[in-house]
Protein backbone atom coordinates (compact mmCIF):
# COMPACT_ATOMS: atom_id res chain seq x y z
CA UNK A 1 0.00 0.00 0.00
CA UNK A 2 2.81 2.48 0.82
CA UNK A 3 4.62 1.77 -2.76
CA UNK A 4 1.33 2.28 -4.36
CA UNK A 5 0.75 5.68 -2.73
CA UNK A 6 4.34 6.32 -3.12
CA UNK A 7 3.49 5.77 -6.94
CA UNK A 8 0.42 7.92 -6.68
CA UNK A 9 2.53 10.68 -5.23
CA UNK A 10 4.99 10.55 -7.93
CA UNK A 11 2.42 10.67 -11.14
CA UNK A 12 0.95 13.02 -9.69
CA UNK A 13 3.61 16.17 -9.13
CA UNK A 14 5.07 15.18 -12.49
CA UNK A 15 1.76 15.42 -14.23
CA UNK A 16 1.60 18.78 -12.49
CA UNK A 17 4.95 19.77 -13.16
CA UNK A 18 4.39 18.98 -17.17
CA UNK A 19 0.94 21.22 -17.04
CA UNK A 20 2.40 24.42 -16.13
CA UNK A 21 4.16 26.15 -18.77
CA UNK A 22 7.59 27.37 -18.07
CA UNK A 23 8.52 30.70 -19.35
CA UNK A 24 12.18 31.99 -20.16
CA UNK A 25 12.38 35.15 -20.20
CA UNK A 26 15.39 37.25 -22.14
CA UNK A 27 16.75 40.77 -21.25
CA UNK A 28 18.55 44.15 -22.58
CA UNK A 29 19.46 47.55 -21.66
CA UNK A 30 20.63 50.60 -22.85
CA UNK A 31 23.94 51.28 -21.15
CA UNK A 32 22.58 55.27 -20.53
CA UNK A 33 19.92 54.78 -17.91
CA UNK A 34 20.57 56.17 -14.94
CA UNK A 35 19.05 52.77 -13.29
CA UNK A 36 19.95 53.66 -9.82
CA UNK A 37 18.18 57.41 -9.61
CA UNK A 38 14.91 55.92 -10.74
CA UNK A 39 11.98 55.96 -7.94
CA UNK A 40 8.56 55.96 -9.52
CA UNK A 41 7.24 54.23 -12.50
CA UNK A 42 3.86 54.52 -14.17
CA UNK A 43 1.64 52.80 -16.89
CA UNK A 44 1.72 53.96 -20.74
CA UNK A 45 -1.87 54.10 -21.20
CA UNK A 46 -3.38 52.39 -24.22
CA UNK A 47 -7.25 51.29 -25.18
CA UNK A 48 -7.85 47.90 -24.22
CA UNK A 49 -10.66 46.01 -25.82
CA UNK A 50 -13.37 45.25 -22.54
CA UNK A 51 -13.08 41.60 -22.40
CA UNK A 52 -9.20 41.96 -22.86
CA UNK A 53 -9.82 44.46 -19.88
CA UNK A 54 -8.82 41.71 -16.81
CA UNK A 55 -5.75 39.85 -18.43
CA UNK A 56 -4.31 43.41 -18.89
CA UNK A 57 -4.81 44.77 -15.18
CA UNK A 58 -3.05 40.82 -14.78
CA UNK A 59 0.18 41.81 -16.10
CA UNK A 60 -0.24 45.65 -14.42
CA UNK A 61 -1.18 44.23 -11.46
CA UNK A 62 1.61 41.39 -11.41
CA UNK A 63 4.56 44.44 -12.80
CA UNK A 64 3.00 46.81 -9.95
CA UNK A 65 3.52 44.26 -7.09
CA UNK A 66 6.97 43.53 -8.35
CA UNK A 67 8.63 47.03 -8.66
CA UNK A 68 6.65 47.66 -5.76
CA UNK A 69 8.61 45.38 -3.55
CA UNK A 70 11.60 46.29 -5.16
CA UNK A 71 10.97 50.06 -3.67
CA UNK A 72 9.67 51.73 -6.67
CA UNK A 73 6.18 53.79 -6.01
CA UNK A 74 3.38 53.86 -8.71
CA UNK A 75 2.68 57.60 -9.57
CA UNK A 76 0.37 58.64 -12.42
CA UNK A 77 1.86 62.47 -12.69
CA UNK A 78 5.34 62.16 -14.00
CA UNK A 79 6.60 59.37 -12.79
CA UNK A 80 10.42 58.66 -13.26
CA UNK A 81 9.48 55.31 -15.84
CA UNK A 82 6.99 54.48 -17.98
CA UNK A 83 6.05 50.78 -18.09
CA UNK A 84 4.94 49.66 -21.44
CA UNK A 85 4.06 45.51 -22.74
CA UNK A 86 2.77 43.83 -25.63
CA UNK A 87 1.67 40.59 -26.76
CA UNK A 88 2.42 38.95 -29.73
CA UNK A 89 -0.34 36.13 -30.43
CA UNK A 90 1.71 34.89 -33.78
CA UNK A 91 5.33 34.16 -34.84
CA UNK A 92 7.48 37.44 -34.22
CA UNK A 93 10.76 38.23 -35.61
CA UNK A 94 12.01 40.09 -32.63
CA UNK A 95 15.32 41.79 -32.38
CA UNK A 96 17.48 41.59 -28.82
CA UNK A 97 21.45 41.90 -27.91
CA UNK A 98 23.89 39.86 -26.41
CA UNK A 99 25.17 42.19 -23.87
CA UNK A 100 26.62 41.58 -20.03
CA UNK A 101 24.71 40.36 -16.68
CA UNK A 102 22.67 43.27 -15.98
CA UNK A 103 23.89 42.47 -11.97
CA UNK A 104 27.29 42.60 -12.78
CA UNK A 105 26.99 45.45 -14.86
CA UNK A 106 25.26 47.57 -12.14
CA UNK A 107 27.66 46.56 -9.75
CA UNK A 108 30.59 47.94 -11.97
CA UNK A 109 28.43 51.08 -11.77
CA UNK A 110 28.71 54.42 -9.61
CA UNK A 111 26.03 56.26 -8.75
CA UNK A 112 27.50 59.77 -9.62
CA UNK A 113 28.98 58.74 -13.04
CA UNK A 114 27.01 60.82 -15.19
CA UNK A 115 26.08 57.77 -17.84
CA UNK A 116 25.07 60.37 -20.81
CA UNK A 117 29.09 61.61 -20.44
CA UNK A 118 30.19 58.41 -20.46
CA UNK A 119 28.11 57.20 -23.58
CA UNK A 120 29.50 60.01 -25.73
CA UNK A 121 32.96 58.56 -26.49
CA UNK A 122 33.47 55.05 -27.83
CA UNK A 123 36.49 55.44 -26.55
CA UNK A 124 35.77 55.29 -22.94
CA UNK A 125 32.43 52.64 -23.05
CA UNK A 126 34.27 49.34 -21.50
CA UNK A 127 34.83 46.48 -23.89
CA UNK A 128 31.98 44.38 -22.99
CA UNK A 129 29.64 47.19 -23.41
CA UNK A 130 28.20 46.78 -27.10
CA UNK A 131 24.91 45.98 -28.92
CA UNK A 132 25.40 42.62 -30.08
CA UNK A 133 22.15 42.04 -32.17
CA UNK A 134 20.32 38.36 -31.56
CA UNK A 135 17.18 37.96 -33.37
CA UNK A 136 14.72 35.44 -31.86
CA UNK A 137 12.83 33.90 -34.79
CA UNK A 138 11.97 30.46 -32.75
CA UNK A 139 8.36 31.51 -31.14
CA UNK A 140 4.62 31.18 -31.47
CA UNK A 141 4.19 34.46 -29.73
CA UNK A 142 6.00 36.80 -27.43
CA UNK A 143 5.26 39.06 -24.34
CA UNK A 144 7.41 42.38 -24.19
CA UNK A 145 7.85 44.33 -21.62
CA UNK A 146 9.57 47.76 -22.14
CA UNK A 147 11.01 50.05 -19.12
CA UNK A 148 11.21 53.93 -20.76
CA UNK A 149 13.23 56.65 -19.10
CA UNK A 150 10.43 59.12 -18.56
CA UNK A 151 12.36 62.27 -19.08
CA UNK A 152 14.96 61.06 -22.21
CA UNK A 153 11.89 59.14 -23.57
CA UNK A 154 14.19 56.02 -24.50
CA UNK A 155 13.46 52.75 -23.87
CA UNK A 156 16.24 51.44 -21.17
CA UNK A 157 15.51 47.88 -20.64
CA UNK A 158 12.95 45.40 -22.00
CA UNK A 159 12.11 41.88 -21.43
CA UNK A 160 10.39 39.12 -23.33
CA UNK A 161 9.23 35.90 -23.05
CA UNK A 162 8.67 33.76 -26.25
CA UNK A 163 5.09 32.46 -25.11
CA UNK A 164 1.99 31.41 -27.27
CA UNK A 165 -0.93 32.96 -25.05
CA UNK A 166 -4.56 31.28 -25.68
CA UNK A 167 -7.36 33.81 -24.70
CA UNK A 168 -9.98 31.16 -24.79
CA UNK A 169 -7.31 29.14 -22.30
CA UNK A 170 -9.20 29.25 -18.25
CA UNK A 171 -5.37 29.30 -17.80
CA UNK A 172 -4.69 32.54 -19.51
CA UNK A 173 -4.69 35.17 -16.61
CA UNK A 174 -2.48 32.83 -14.49
CA UNK A 175 -0.19 31.81 -17.66
CA UNK A 176 0.13 35.95 -17.96
CA UNK A 177 0.86 36.42 -14.55
CA UNK A 178 3.63 33.94 -14.50
CA UNK A 179 4.99 34.89 -17.94
CA UNK A 180 5.35 38.40 -16.91
CA UNK A 181 6.85 37.83 -13.12
CA UNK A 182 9.62 36.08 -15.39
CA UNK A 183 9.92 38.92 -17.18
CA UNK A 184 10.31 41.14 -14.64
CA UNK A 185 12.58 38.82 -12.44
CA UNK A 186 15.22 40.08 -14.74
CA UNK A 187 14.52 43.45 -13.61
CA UNK A 188 16.70 43.80 -10.65
CA UNK A 189 16.80 47.39 -9.42
CA UNK A 190 16.10 48.25 -6.06
CA UNK A 191 15.55 51.92 -4.95
CA UNK A 192 15.86 53.28 -1.91
CA UNK A 193 12.57 55.31 -2.25
CA UNK A 194 12.04 57.36 1.17
CA UNK A 195 12.92 53.88 3.19
Not at 24 to 50: C, L, M, Q
Not at 85 to 102: A, C, H, L, S, T
Not at 140 to 145: K, S
Not at 163 to 171: G, I, N, R, Y
Request: net charge negative; charged share 25%.
Amino acid sequence: MKHLLYLLAIVLISVSCMSQKDFIAEYDFNYSGNFKRYKTFGFVGSPVPGDSLRYFQAIERTIANRLGSQGFRLQDERPDLLINYMIFNEQVKYRGYDQPNFDYWLQRRNENVDMEKVMESEDQREKDENYNKVKYLDNNGMLVIYVIDNKKGNTIWQGYSPASFDFLSPDLESDLTRATYRVMDQFRILTRNGF
